[in-house]
């Protein structure tokens, strides 16, 4: 006994030291992975064109985006320069804590410093006139960009900018040149979307330590927003100066000391601020001792900043905090590892980059917050995040998040969402939202989507309870959006609120998200209720044009009627009857029977993307791009229209269609996004399909199989499985799918289903020169739709 003991103990022990060498072989391929990851990414991917992305520094989902400013624009002009930086100028304004990446409309801009040398002008100045103001011209030979840092070469200034992020704090690093007097300017006036009066109200303060402290308000698409922060030098300042730059000021109160003088001043309060802090002759400040400077952002008060300075950043170790950076990002992407051309990797790991940075860190160190409410609040247990595009997002971004993120990300997204909720002075989750503010931006109540399909996948960490009451207190807020009127009519009237067929339809499909989380709750008379709702989209379709379309509140179609209009605030959102009459994600089968079958389904697929459009049809919708006949892939209600074939029994039509939207839609270049990337959604979209699926329901668990795009990938998946992709003989050559298998067996069906893949295993596709009319087979299962479920 004592030596079978001994035995079984031996063994034991030879299974956990091979289980410990498989982990860490799993750990270190992941690492390799991660290092290779991120390499191939290029920021400056989006930064022209119509992507709106940025290629500052920022660690995945963080609350900094430090990142250059090439030019304010006056709120009428501001639509190219949503993410403060365009690839094709060619002067810097300076460098700002807060961006959005890929997005239509532009906000934040928030505490921009721009270090100069020689005479420190306070205002920027015209771009198109050098020496103007403080604006510098730059090359994009001097720029370098990676995951978490970027520098630049500022031309007028001799000034070698760098910059890199963690969290809450960014650090920059400048060296000047010799023989000038070396400055930092720090202007609280400048703000993407720009216009007169946009800064409700500021501050500075420099402490007796040398810290400088303060905040702004500002208004316009998230009013009252708040932001504070807190910022320090690695030097002693030998001079400063504080001015408020407003005119015509009707009372200032009673002067305090050195309100003449803004070198005097400690502290300074009003709505054009602008400061420079001075260091001497740059001789002392060159590349072998440069100028350090630490910048900690808080919702919440300059206290807190100062605290989440002290708590993130609290040493002067620039390279530091870069490699910190770097092993973030390397951590994060080194979950997919892909085999495929340079090109290919390179636009992958830049979409899968630009899909990790939003939602975005909104709390302080200690977890406190500011809400909906403009109060202050305190996440226990949870990380708050904000900036929230839930109209492009839900559709692929979260349900890719709910793959590679689930616990760690999801949760925390959920758990934020019904935080919101609970403050909102609404009583409703979020529509789309940044720095815990509503913006009412675009239609639809997508949070309920997103909490649904983390739901329906196993995804716990939040009270499903809530979640539920909070979806169903969303879906019938009676004065938002004319959901009143849904309510009463099942449709939303366009004679009383614009875009209502539009609005029509994507309440349909958030209501049949309801029903099934209700359903799989036990919940059978919400259910009930919501899934006869998700049904509505019928109202909106007209069998004698086959489009999608408005009613006006007595039942008939808004006349006269032109399938190819469109225009803000008309029948449709960011588009026309072409583009929103396949918005039917749940109910695919019950879309095709609506046209009269199959066949007729595919015919007017086919007449979506093989028209002839020319696209100064769109000249004056900014939001519509990327075309492909009437298919637009720069706006998301076409995502999930090439998917469509596979429903229709044709799934090698979705592979053809699929194979020419990446090879016309994307480029590892500046100007490589055919549209906005909306705070990651066009890169998700990229992603999925690169791997071989799609999200087209979110809700139904299930993912629909077009074609890989690369010869094999494996997704390290965070409950420690593996999931493998493979495609056999992937080349141009060989664009179509002869047959796929699941673990080995045949897969006699176009969808994979989200337990399938979060197990692990390997899906295999043999790739092939024609296409497989055969295949799944004429009794392959269908994906979901909720008329034949």
């Not at 006869?532 to 019928?538: E, F, I, S």
């Not at 015919?603 to 075309?627: Q, S, W, Y």
């Amino acid at each position: 006994m004592a030596r079978a003991s001994g035995g079984v103990a031996a063994i034991a022990g030879l299974l956990v030291i091979a289980a410990m060498g498989s982990a860490d072989a799993t750990g270190n391929a992941t690492k390799a992975a991660g290092d290779v990851a991120f390499a191939a990414v290029d920021p400056f991917i989006g930064t022209g064109g119509e992507g709106h992305t940025f290629p500052g520094a920022v660690v995945p989902f963080g609350m900094v985006q430090l990142s250059p400013d090439t030019r304010i624009q006056p709120r009428n002009k501001a639509y190219g320069w949503a993410a403060g930086y365009r690839h094709d100028d060619t002067t810097i304004v300076g460098f700002s804590h807060t961006h959005f990446s890929g997005t239509g409309h532009s906000d934040l801009g928030d505490v921009l410093l721009m270090p100069v040398s020689g005479d420190a002008k306070l205002e920027r100045g015209d771009p198109d006139k050098p020496g103007s103001g403080y604006t510098s011209r730059f090359s994009h030979d001097t720029e370098v960009a990676q995951p978490g840092y970027y520098a630049v070469t500022l031309a007028d200034y001799g000034v070698r900018a760098e910059l890199t992020a963690g969290e809450r704090v960014g650090m920059h690093r400048y060296a000047f040149p010799a023989g000038k007097p070396a400055h930092v300017l720090l202007d609280l006036r400048t703000s993407m979307y720009d216009y007169p009066g946009k800064v409700s109200w500021s501050r500075i303060r420099v402490r007796a330590d040398g810290t400088v402290t303060g905040f702004r308000e500002t208004r316009g698409w998230a009013p009252g927003r708040q932001l504070y922060f807190a910022m320090r030098f690695s030097r002693p300042m030998t001079g400063h100066a504080l001015d408020d730059t407003e005119e015509n000021v009707a009372y200032k109160g009673f002067p305090p000391p050195g309100e003449n003088d803004p070198a005097a001043r400690a502290q300074i309060e009003g709505r054009q601020l602008v400061a420079s802090f001075d260091f001497g002759d740059g001789a002392a400040l060159g590349a072998s001792s440069p100028l350090l400077v630490k910048v900690a952002l808080s919702p919440v008060s300059e206290e807190g900043a100062i605290a989440n300075l002290d708590a993130e950043m609290p040493d002067w170790d620039f390279e530091r905090v870069r490699a910190a950076a770097k092993a973030q990002w390397a951590q994060a992407l080194g979950v997919a590892d892909i085999d495929a051309p340079a090109p290919m990797r390179k636009a992958f790991y830049t979409a899968l980059y630009h899909a990790f940075q939003a939602p975005s860190l909104f709390m302080d160190a200690d977890g406190r917050y500011r809400g909906p409410d403009n109060a202050v609040h305190q996440a226990k247990g949870w990380t708050n995040y904000s900036t929230f595009s839930l109209w492009d997002t839900y559709r692929a971004l979260h349900p890719l998040l709910t793959i590679l993120q689930p616990e760690q990300r999801t949760s925390d997204i959920v758990n934020s969402l019904l935080a919101s909720r609970r403050e909102s002075p609404y009583g409703i989750l979020p529509v789309w939202a940044f720095h815990g503010l509503e913006t009412w931006c675009m239609i639809g109540y997508h949070a309920v989507p997103v909490i649904a399909d983390a739901y329906m996948k196993g995804i716990g960490g939040f009270d499903a309870k809530e979640a539920l009451a909070a979806m169903v207190a969303s879906a019938t807020y009676g004065p938002y959006d004319g959901l009143g009127q849904y309510m009463q009519l099942g449709y939303v009237p366009i004679d009383e609120e614009g875009e209502a067929a539009s609005k029509t339809l994507e309440y349909a499909f958030d209501d049949w998200t309801i029903a099934r989380m209700a359903s799989k709750m036990g919940d059978r008379g919400v259910a009930a209720r919501f899934e006869q709702r998700a049904g509505n989209w019928k109202h909106a379709f007209d069998p004698e044009t086959g489009f999608m379309r408005a009613r006006k509140r007595d039942g008939s179609f808004r006349v006269p009627f032109d399938p190819e209009a469109s225009g803000y605030g008309t029948d449709y959102t960011e588009g026309n009857a072409w583009q929103y009459s396949w918005y039917v994600p749940q109910d695919v089968a019950g879309l095709a029977a609506a046209h009269g079958g199959v066949d007729k389904l595919l015919a007017r697929l086919d007449a979506v993307f093989d028209a002839k459009v020319d696209p100064k049809v769109f000249a004056h919708m900014e939001d519509i791009t990327g075309l492909i006949g009437w298919y637009a892939h720069g706006n998301e209600p076409s995502h999930h229209v090439a998917y469509l074939y596979a429903y229709a029994g044709q799934p090698w039509r979705t592979q053809a269609r699929l194979k020419q939207v990446m090879d016309t839609q994307y480029k590892p270049t500046p100007d490589g996004l055919a549209g906005n990337d909306d705070l990651g959604q066009m890169s998700a979209w990229y992603v999925f399909t690169a791997l071989g699926f799609y999200p087209v329901a979110p809700g139904s668990n299930q993912y629909i199989l077009g074609r890989p795009f690369v010869s094999k990938a494996t997704l390290e998946l965070p409950n420690g499985k593996r999931f493998t992709i493979v495609a056999d003989h992937l080349d141009d050559a060989h664009p179509y799918v002869g047959s796929v298998t699941l673990d080995g067996k045949p897969l006699e069906r176009v969808f994979i289903t989200h337990q399938e893949l979060m197990r692990g295993g390997e899906l295999r596709f043999a790739m092939q020169v024609q296409p497989n009319r055969d295949w799944p087979g004429p009794d392959a299962q269908a994906p979901y739709s909720m008329s034949s479920d």
